[in-house]
């Protein structure tokens, strides 16, 4: 089969210019389809023609309290001195919500009622007309207009019509979309996990993000990479949807037949924009009807999405699509950029010091967690060649502004402690996130030198006074305020299969049976620890098989070790018993925060301190991770 080209990598503002120019022949703005709901059933609907009251509300004149119903006339003398006595007959009880008997024009509160007999009572002063009476439309007057043409309705909405009478209405018709995963490689979420098989959940993504947006949208099952049944299943859709989403099958793969099946069927737009991620987007009308191919990443197919379809959905409903919410904020590194393309990139946001610090969440089109953790998109212009740091930069927020504010920024080693850090401070009220960026910890103090974070883990050891941290805080942090305050000791070795089949006991089982590692990034403390035990042992570094292979994180080793794609990795126990693997220990190292004391006041990493010193449910839960030992969390290692 002859691989798919793309027609032309276009610049995202002609793309956007070609496919609202192709949306707009083809009607699909001027269509505004609306239909009747039932008021109870119309919550976030938007209405498609003004609301006017049916009836007034109140629609009697109603006792606004407690008491008895009178005719002001009556009392127009009454005084502490002078009080007014009346007969049952010249007053009626009511209670609140009460028709106001006929002939009665006022209310006397409870309170101010002596009941002098079952038919007499005392009335100390006068009162006005219509007191404490809800009058006939005192809220709502019929015919008055209750709800523009164009409003979403909102829970009081609804209240105030059926208020009014009104139990039905016309809202406009949300645009009907489907989501069709493409690839024979897919599976769905449960079933068993095979290499070559994907789990399939890129269309829970796209189609509960149209939903968000305003769409009727629905999944459909995964189609094979065969062009007949596309075309089948590209075909039906189009006639049951106003909106076709095709994920996967757009770039130029053997195997990626979507946009030869939609140039059969009807007119590609578009085939290639110069964005990244999400170049391989495909923009097509068959049937008058929109497709769009997406990439198969599950970042490239969202952000696509965003790009393309969040407005056409805003436009079908005659609405314009909401206005961004940008903030600024400051780079903590420097990002580069190809020339050409616009660039999407997820960050992280978090005050530090008074400046709202953005750093990059995470790299690659299929990382989805990147998209979980980001808090904003920065987009850097094809004109550009990236940002530096220090540089201002505008941000797209994804996430509350009241959520960022609450972050306390980590950045510096793994540990899988991090996570039961961040999901017990989650738990707080107000909640406390941790965003973290795991950099090793040399990254960690070039971060807090740089006041890129507020706190970094950190595990550097010095061979010369088998101190941990302290000499390297002294040298690159020498005037920085500052607590060195313990996490942990955890137990690193060389992470391996289970039951150890290839017999390793030493880094010289690795070098001389050829074995394949792999290791941590420079700057890491596990890779400085590889690198002592090398040396102690005089194995050299190119003679370990994937000693330049690098992972960021503990998790990442194991993963690697479990897949099989390596032979073994340092790393820690807990990561090694997370993923049911067996572990050689090789040594027992410190691990500690590197805090500045001028966050140390901060309510946030109070609420942190706390957790670490006196929880002993925290602890419970760390230890059970299996490797740590906690003789002296939360205590003060050093202090400058």
Avoid at 244 to 263: C, Q, R, Y
Avoid at 410 to 421: A, C, T, Y
Avoid at 509 to 538: C, Y
Avoid at 580 to 588: M, N, T, W, Y
């Amino acid at each position: 089969m002859k691989r798919t080209i793309y027609i032309a990598n276009k610049p995202l503002d002609e793309a956007k210019r070609l496919w609202r120019q192709a949306l707009i022949e083809n009607g699909f703005f001027a269509q505004s389809p609306v239909e009747s709901v039932k008021v109870d059933d119309c919550l976030g609907r938007l209405t498609a023609a003004p609301v006017y009251a049916l009836t007034s509300s109140p629609s009697y004149n109603a006792a606004a309290m407690d008491g008895i119903a009178v005719h002001f006339e009556d009392l127009a003398g009454a005084s502490d001195t002078a009080p007014v006595r009346l007969q049952k007959g010249r007053y009626q009880p009511v209670n609140t919500g009460n028709a106001l008997p006929p002939g009665f024009n006022a209310v006397v509160m409870i309170e101010d009622v002596h009941q002098l007999s079952e038919t007499e009572v005392e009335l100390a002063m006068p009162a006005t007309p219509w007191q404490h009476v809800r009058t006939i439309g005192e809220d709502i007057v019929a015919t008055e207009l209750i709800l523009p043409e164009g409003h979403r309705i909102r829970p009081i909405d609804q209240g105030a019509m059926l208020a009014a009478g009104v139990t039905e209405i016309m809202v406009k018709r949300n645009p009907k979309a489907v989501v069709i995963p493409t690839g024979g490689e897919l599976i769905q979420p449960g079933e068993p996990a095979k290499p070559g098989l994907i789990v399939e959940f890129n269309s829970r993504i796209l189609a509960g993000s149209l939903r968000e947006w305003g769409a009727d949208a629905h999944r459909a099952n995964p189609v094979a990479d065969d062009p007949q049944s596309l075309r089948q299943v590209i075909l039906a859709a189009t006639r049951e949807n106003d909106i076709v989403i095709l994920n996967a099958g757009a770039s130029a793969g053997t195997k990626d037949f979507t946009a030869m099946v939609l140039a059969d069927l009807g007119r590609i737009m578009v085939h290639g924009v110069a964005i990244k991620p999400g170049k391989p987007v495909i923009l097509a009308i068959v049937n008058n009807t929109p497709v769009i191919g997406l990439p198969g990443y599950p970042v490239s197919a969202l952000l696509t999405l965003r790009l393309f379809v969040r407005e056409m959905i805003a436009g079908f409903l005659g609405m314009e699509d909401p206005a961004p919410r940008i903030i600024e904020a400051t780079m903590s590194r420097p990002l580069h950029s190809s020339m050409g393309v616009d660039q999407f990139v997820r960050v992280t946001l978090g005050n530090v010091g008074g400046t709202l610090m953005a750093t990059p969440s995470g790299k690659g089109a299929g990382a989805v967690m990147s998209l979980v953790r980001a808090d904003g998109i920065l987009t850097i212009p094809a004109g550009s060649e990236g940002v530096g740091a220090g540089e201002k930069v505008a941000i797209e927020l994804v996430r509350p502004k009241v959520e960022v504010d609450s972050t306390l920024v980590f950045i510096g080693s793994h540990d899988n402690i991090l996570d039961l850090i961040a999901n017990r401070l989650h738990r707080k009220r107000p909640i406390i996130r941790i965003s973290s960026a795991h950099v090793g910890s040399m990254g960690g103090i070039m971060a807090i030198r740089r006041n890129e974070a507020h706190l970094a883990g950190c595990h550097l050891l010095d061979e010369e006074t088998g101190e941990y941290n302290i000499s390297f805080i002294k040298r690159f942090l020498p005037a920085l305020p500052l607590r060195l305050i313990n996490l942990c000791y955890r137990q690193q070795g060389l992470i391996v299969q289970k039951n150890n089949p290839k017999n390793i006991k030493s880094f010289a089982d690795i070098s001389e049976n050829g074995l394949l590692f792999i290791n941590r990034q420079a700057g890491a403390g596990t890779r400085l620890l590889t690198d002592k035990i090398l040396r102690e042992t005089g194995i050299a570094p190119d003679r370990i098989r994937g000693y330049a292979h690098e992972e960021y994180t503990h998790m990442s080793v194991a993963a690697a070790v479990a897949s099989g794609a390596v032979d073994t990795g340092m790393g820690i126990l807990a990561a090694a018993k997370a993923l049911d693997l067996d572990f050689i220990p090789v040594a027992e190292e410190r691990y500690d925060l590197i805090i500045p004391e001028q966050f140390i006041g901060d309510p946030k990493m109070m609420a942190l301190l706390e957790l670490m010193e006196s929880n002993e449910a925290f602890h419970q839960e760390i230890l059970a991770l299996g490797g740590y030992d906690l003789r002296d969390c939360g205590k003060i290692m050093y202090r400058q």
